[in-house]
C-alpha cells in the first residue's frame, strides 16, 4: 500500500488529459529544483491560513510530484488515488474538513494511520491553458471546521499568485533563451513592451549591431523608436506592424506574426521585420518579439 494512494481499482482517464499532460509539460517544472519563490509562496499560505502542511502539486501521468512543500517530507507519490488527483480529475477545488467522515477517503491510508493521521484536506486547481495541471493544498492532523469560506478564497488567491509566479518564470526562461539564441547570429531580437500607441524596446539582443549596423544599434539602446531610424517612406509600415498586435478584436489573431520589409535611414539597406504578440488568456497584450534580418 502506497503512503499517498488508494487501492481501488483506477479511475477513468478524463478525455482532456492528453491536453492537460501537454499543458504541464510546457511548464517544465517537474523534476525542477527547488524555486524560492514557490517556496516563500507555500510558508506564507501556511502560515495565513494555520495550516501545519502546505504543498505545491504537479499532477502527472503517474505521480504526483511535489513541486513545493512545507510540513511534508515526500518529494513524489504514485498518482492513483491521491487526493489532489480528485481536485485536477474534477477541476473543481475540495474541501474535506474531516477526512475519517468522507466516505471517499475514509479508507485513505493516511487518514487510517493510528497516529497523527490526516483529517482536514483543502486544495485548488493550478490552470495553465485552460487545464488543471496541479494543486495549492493545505493539510492537517486535526478536524478544521473553522476553515470558512473567507480561508476558502483566501487558498484561491494563493493558487493565483502560485499560477502568475510560475508564468514569471516561463517568461524568463523565454527571454534567456533568446538571449542565447540571438547572440551571435545572423538574426537579432527586439522585445517591445504593450504600450497602445508608442510600444518601447525593453530588450535587445547582443548581436543587433552586427545584424542593424552600429548607428542604428547605439540610436535604439538610446532610445530612440524603431521607425524613426528607417526611411521615412517606410516609417508608417514599421509603426503598424507594432500596432497592429494591440488590436486583437479587430479581426486579428493572437500570436499572429507581421512581415514587414524597410530601409534603414543611414545606408539604406533592406531588413526584414517579423512581429509576434504575446497575449495572455483574455487576449491582452503583453509584449510585442522582432526579429531582424539583413
Not at 524555486?35 to 505521480?63: F, K, Q, Y
Not at 493550478?126 to 492537517?140: E, Y
Not at 531580437?189 to 525593453?202: E, G, S
Amino acid at each position: 500500500m502506497n503512503p499517498i494512494g488508494h487501492t481501488e481499482g483506477p479511475l477513468p482517464e478524463p478525455s482532456q488529459e492528453p491536453s492537460r499532460l501537454r499543458a504541464l509539460s510546457r511548464l517544465e517544472l517537474l523534476d525542477s529544483p527547488p524555486d524560492p519563490e514557490l517556496d516563500r509562496l507555500t510558508a506564507v499560505t501556511a502560515a495565513s491560513l494555520g495550516m501545519p502542511i502546505c504543498l505545491i502539486t504537479l499532477v502527472d501521468r503517474d505521480r504526483i510530484w511535489f513541486k513545493s512543500k512545507v510540513g511534508f517530507d515526500l518529494a513524489e507519490a504514485p498518482r492513483h488515488g491521491s487526493l489532489c488527483t480528485h481536485v485536477v480529475d474534477d477541476r473543481h477545488a475540495l474541501l474535506c474538513p474531516d477526512l475519517s467522515q468522507d466516505s471517499r477517503f475514509s479508507h485513505h491510508p493516511l487518514v487510517r494511520r493510528s497516529q497523527g493521521g490526516l483529517r482536514f484536506y483543502a486544495g485548488t486547481p493550478l490552470w495553465f491553458n485552460d487545464q488543471a495541471v496541479g494543486t495549492l493544498c493545505v493539510m492537517d492532523n486535526r478536524t478544521r471546521p473553522d476553515f470558512d469560506a473567507a480561508r476558502q478564497a483566501l487558498l484561491a488567491d494563493f493558487a493565483q499568485v502560485v499560477c502568475d509566479s510560475i508564468r514569471s518564470r516561463q517568461v524568463k526562461l523565454t527571454a534567456e533563451r533568446e538571449r542565447a539564441l540571438f547572440s551571435d547570429g545572423p538574426v537579432a531580437a527586439l522585445v517591445w513592451d504593450n504600450h497602445p500607441t508608442q510600444p518601447r524596446i525593453k530588450h535587445r539582443s547582443d548581436n543587433l549591431a552586427k545584424v542593424i549596423g552600429p548607428e542604428v544599434a547605439m540610436a535604439l539602446t538610446a532610445g530612440a523608436s524603431l521607425d524613426t531610424c528607417v526611411d521615412p517612406r517606410d516609417a508608417a509600415d514599421v509603426r503598424m506592424a507594432l500596432l497592429s498586435h494591440s488590436h486583437v478584436g479587430a479581426g486579428l489573431q493572437p500570436h499572429a506574426q507581421n512581415q514587414t520589409r524597410f530601409r534603414l535611414n543611414v545606408d539604406g539597406r533592406w531588413i526584414q521585420l517579423i512581429t509576434v504578440g504575446d497575449h495572455d488568456a483574455q487576449g491582452k497584450l503583453q509584449r510585442i518579439r522582432g526579429y531582424l534580418s539583413d
